[in-house]
């Protein structure tokens, strides 16, 4: 990718794999579907059985080959979150709660200003945290040692 492509690339991406989303360019223009892959590299995402196209796929070890119908990528800016509340596609703003937690709420005309929630497929973890203690990992007694109080100052190095 030369540096062109790379200064076009989007930074803040509003849509998450798992979000609901519209369609609002192309040929499947006004339909709604559900995001199975976000491609940052490319700035596209694949939508749940939408932008359907016929693949030609030659025999080969292994496989057979024919033609199949697969779902192509769309570019990040033909599609736009739904609003949990209006139904309506709707531009995504952040937001800070009191308490300080960081959210994500509907903008722009037609919007509730609602919440609108993170994706439960991306709370799922892929690979599972390891649940045993490795080589470098450091033993629980050295992390829960005291090594400095805030009343006398011990702990602090000596300047």
Sequence with gaps: MGWKAAEKLIR?????????VMIIRGKDKGETGVIKRVIRSQNRVIVEGKNLVKKH?????????GIFTVEAPLHASNVQVVDPVTGKPVKVGIKYLEDGTKVRVSR???????II?????????TTPRPTYL???????????????????GRGMPEL
């Design 12 to 20: 803040h991406w509003k849509v998450l794999r798992g979000d609901n």
């Design 117 to 125: 929630p993170r994706p439960e497929i991306l709370k799922i973890r």
């Design 57 to 65: 796929i030659k025999q080969g070890q292994g496989h057979e080959g």
């Design 108 to 114: 722009g005309i037609g919007a509730s200003g609602s």
């Design 134 to 152: 490795g080589p470098k990992d450091t033993p629980m007694d050295l992390v829960l040692e005291k090594t400095y109080d805030a009343k006398t």
